[in-house]
């Protein structure tokens, strides 16, 4: 009963002088803070080896950063103390967090502190918070509790953090890369010199047959022998040559439709006029002119 | 009927004259935990009805009239407002009931405070959403307001989404906003959305005396979501507050300092923020719509259905938002046209262009250039718009492309040429060899042997 | 060695005969055709090499150039078979004329296909 009276005084008298030091100053109210003393991190590594040992003394940081990777083990200690009483106090807040300098995210390490204001907290890296990523880290200790407003946000030091495996990917809505479509190439035309040389060389053998048929004498003497049958006969070749230009015709410009009227056309007149031409040259072979 | 059509216009614009702000409906339905908690958050039940809502009122305690989302399979509200705090008797608030609820396209505002109940909780966490414990709280021993009792549970939070879709300029860049309440831990589903969050030092648990932290809380710093939001798949919205004083008249009128802070406001930034919150929550802002797509060659302007394998084509969307309750062009400048036949085989940034300021625009043209691939198929043209805070845009249209026909292949290629002479020297050589064969008169052949063949 | 050089040279001498014996027994008109042959063949060859040497690109148009040759030649040897008055025996109602006609009508179905083709 007594006990739970002294305890309300106590609690009235911290709520005046909060109201007190709220109402008068915000600045001054430096009575009811924290002292950090012995602050020491040891790393060891997984096979029980000391890696890192370092004291720094609050408020100052560590000049280094400290190497975390896989396996190994963070020590801290350190003790807190009344600013005012330099007695060792538990405040209900004490955390060493550590913040990712590349994703903003924070992964709390827990104080455990005793009455005495002695405390210690550990980062095992071989259990290692599931957010905790390779990447550069900074850790901080704040120190916060209700009846005392005025909390320490302490900056330790910086932590290089290696761990094998990687943060998943997070989906996230936004704009995604442009695809753009990889067409294929186009075809690759020879030299333009090569296509006509050959075109030239295709033609070469028209010297061959030319020169040949010069050299076996061919003649065309049933043109002068047989001028009657001059008109159908040459009728008939011409109605083949109008028929090799319409195909001619046909490549550049015509649709099979034109062309096949065209073409049904001068086949009935090449098929008559053929049948009257080659009876006549029938005839020059009956008659042994041939 | 010209005169049927009259009236029926007549009809609709008397309609729209009596609609709400909202796009999706009008009829809300507010739950609390007794009548005289309504006396609480006057101001932003005000607000409600001074948009023209249709609001009712309804209690947990109160078991007659029964409140019930549905009636006959049917949606009876379009929007629920939950500030009930203890379990319903009648126990048709769910989890079940809410997913149906948003489901079937209602929106939802959940305000909690540190007594949530497990049906709450449960729904939450449908959404991908973890409340910490009941009776915890957000505590933060450097971020509290100097009117907090002692439990540095009265934050002053400035950390709010820079989203205009969901809180206006004047918001973000106006007074913080207090909160007290519980905290919670978003999940990585795109749908969320963290609205406001605590700042770095701040952390969730419970606030008794005589107590340390000696278990890692569920969420601490920057990770602590104090007010966040789902968009569902179907666009229906929910939103989450961890604290019920946040709408209170008493927050909305509160003075805001923060302690050892010389900045002080007259006036928390609750009142706008909630403003902006309920709007957003009930489709009145953040709300887009395509009202025209158009695709064509370039230089043609039909809309074809069929297109061939590299043609270049133009592709334009018009989209609307709504803002301040009209539809008006939505200023995004990075919506996207996919053209996908099972892969994406193009995306490609759409060009906003730029609207007319004399002229009355209600909506924004986006358009793009492409060259169709050199793949036929049947080819979807996607334009999928998804950013926090906008109601996302699925649009798409479907086109065939095709094959060049065989009259639209390249033609007289160079690399042909000494086909063309082949062919046409094989032309010129039937005819040279008719003329020749039937002329000719072969001047070597004996008598003799002409005799032996007659 | 000797036995080689007067195996070759016996060949040499064999073409020799078949080439004196052509000259001298082939109808001027069967040379003639023969000599539009071998204008054929060698257009075709010719095609033939710039498509080995060039790539099939547009492979329709060497399809169709080099088919032009090779129907022409089958045409032209079906036309020198059948006015060899040596064969007569075995085309018997079918006159030199007739062969003609039959070459004609061919190479202008040939012509046309070719032209659809050659693209």
Request: hydrophobic residues 40%; charged residues 20%.
């Amino acid at each position: 009963m007594r006990g739970s009276y002294v305890n309300i005084v106590l609690l009235s008298w911290q709520f005046f002088v909060l109201l007190l030091c709220t109402i008068i100053s915000a600045q001054e109210t430096s009575e009811h803070g924290f002292v950090i003393t012995d602050l020491k991190l040891a790393v060891t590594t997984s096979d029980s080896v000391r890696k890192l040992t370092e004291s720094v003394k609050y408020p100052s940081s560590l000049d280094n950063p400290i190497e975390l990777s896989q396996g190994d083990n963070l020590k801290i200690i350190f003790s807190i103390q009344d600013k005012e009483t330099k007695k060792g106090i538990q405040p209900h807040q004490s955390m060493l967090i550590l913040s990712s300098k590349q994703t903003e995210s924070q992964t709390p390490i827990i104080v455990t502190v005793r009455d005495n204001g002695k405390a210690r907290a550990e980062l095992d890296m071989r259990s290692a918070p599931e957010n905790l990523f390779s990447g550069n880290y900074s850790l901080n200790l704040i120190i916060g509790t209700f009846s005392h407003n005025n909390p320490i946000n302490y900056y330790i030091g910086t932590f290089n953090i290696d761990v094998s495996y990687s943060s998943p990917v997070l989906i996230k809505y936004g704009p995604k890369p442009e695809i753009h479509h990889i067409f294929r190439p186009d075809q690759k035309l020879p030299p333009t010199i090569i296509s006509y040389s050959f075109m030239i060389i295709v033609l070469l053998p028209w010297l061959f047959l030319i020169g040949t048929w010069i050299h076996l004498g061919v003649n065309v003497s049933f043109l002068t022998s047989e001028p009657g049958s001059i008109p159908v006969i040459f009728s008939f070749l011409l109605t083949l040559l109008a028929i090799e230009i319409l195909f001619y015709n046909y490549w550049i410009h015509l649709n099979i439709f034109q062309t096949l009227s065209w073409l049904s056309g001068f086949s009935i007149l090449a098929f008559l006029l053929g049948q009257k031409a080659l009876s006549d040259v029938q005839g020059w072979r009956l008659k042994g002119l041939r | 009927m010209r005169r049927i059509l009259c009236i029926v216009v007549l009809v609709f614009a008397v309609l729209i004259l009596v609609e709400s702000k909202s796009t999706t409906g009008s009829r809300v339905l507010v739950l609390l935990d007794n009548e005289d908690d309504k006396k609480l958050y006057t101001r932003f039940f005000g607000s409600l009805e001074g948009r023209d809502y249709i609001v009712t009122y309804k209690t947990v305690t109160n078991l007659n009239p029964s409140i019930e989302l549905f009636s006959y399979g049917e949606r009876v509200f379009d929007h629920f407002i939950n500030f009930a705090q203890k379990k319903d008797k009648t126990d048709s608030i769910t989890p079940t009931s809410l997913i149906n609820f948003v489901n079937d396209g209602g929106n939802i505002l959940l305000a909690v405070s540190s007594e949530i109940t497990e049906n709450i909780r449960n729904f939450a966490r449908e959404l991908d959403i973890e409340f910490d414990e009941r009776d915890t709280f957000v505590i933060d021993h450097f971020n509290y307001n100097v009117s907090d009792d002692g439990k540095h549970t009265l934050l002053v939070s400035s950390n709010f989404i820079n989203n205009e879709a969901i809180l206006s300029k004047e918001v973000v860049e106006g007074p913080p906003v207090l909160f007290r309440g519980i905290g919670h831990k978003v999940g990585s589903v795109p749908l969320l959305t963290k609205v406001l969050w605590a700042n770095d030092t701040a952390y969730s648990y419970e606030t008794k005396d005589d107590q340390v932290v000696d278990q890692e809380p569920l969420v601490i710093g920057n990770n602590i979501g104090l007010i966040s939001t789902l968009q569902a798949r179907n666009n229906a919205r929910v939103t989450l507050v961890g604290s019920l004083e946040f709408f209170s008249d008493r927050f909305f009128d509160s003075s805001v300092q923060k302690l050892k802070s010389s900045e002080s406001y007259p006036k928390s930034g609750n009142e706008a923020f909630a403003n902006d919150l309920t709007k957003w929550t009930l489709q009145e802002k953040g709300v887009l719509r395509v009202t025209s797509r158009l695709h064509h060659k370039d230089d043609e302007y039909e809309q074809l259905d069929t297109y061939r394998i590299k043609d270049n084509f133009t592709y334009t969307i018009e989209i609307s938002e709504y803002v301040n309750d009209h539809w008006q062009a939505f200023n995004g400048n990075d919506v996207q046209l996919e053209l996908i036949m099972l892969d994406p085989y193009i995306r490609v940034n759409l060009t906003a262009l730029p609207t007319n300021e004399h002229q009355e625009h209600h909506s924004r043209k986006y358009k793009a250039h492409v060259q169709l691939p050199d793949v036929y198929g049947v080819f979807t043209l996607k334009v999928n718009y998804k950013r926090p805070g906008y109601t996302y845009i699925v649009d798409t249209t479907t086109i065939t492309i095709r094959h060049f026909r065989h009259n639209e292949y390249p033609r007289f290629i160079s690399a042909a040429y000494p086909y063309y002479t082949g062919a046409a020297s094989m032309g010129t050589g039937f005819l040279l060899f008719c003329f020749i064969w039937i002329f000719n008169k072969d001047a070597g052949k004996s008598t003799a042997e002409k005799k032996k063949i007659n | 060695m000797v036995e080689k050089s007067n195996l070759t040279e016996k060949f040499s001498s064999a073409i020799e005969k078949l080439w004196k014996s052509y000259q001298k027994d082939t109808a001027q008109n069967l040379k003639l055709i023969d000599a539009y042959l071998v204008f054929i063949l060698f257009s075709g060859i010719f095609q033939f090499m710039y498509c080995v040497l060039v790539g099939t690109f547009p492979y329709n148009a060497f399809l169709a150039g080099f088919t032009s040759c090779v129907g022409s030649f089958v045409l032209a040897v079906n036309l020198r078979i059948q006015t060899n008055p040596e064969n007569s025996n075995e085309f018997k109602g079918i006159s030199p004329e007739r062969a003609f006609a039959d070459f004609v009508i061919c190479n202008i179905l040939l012509h046309f296909f070719v032209v659809n083709f050659i693209g």
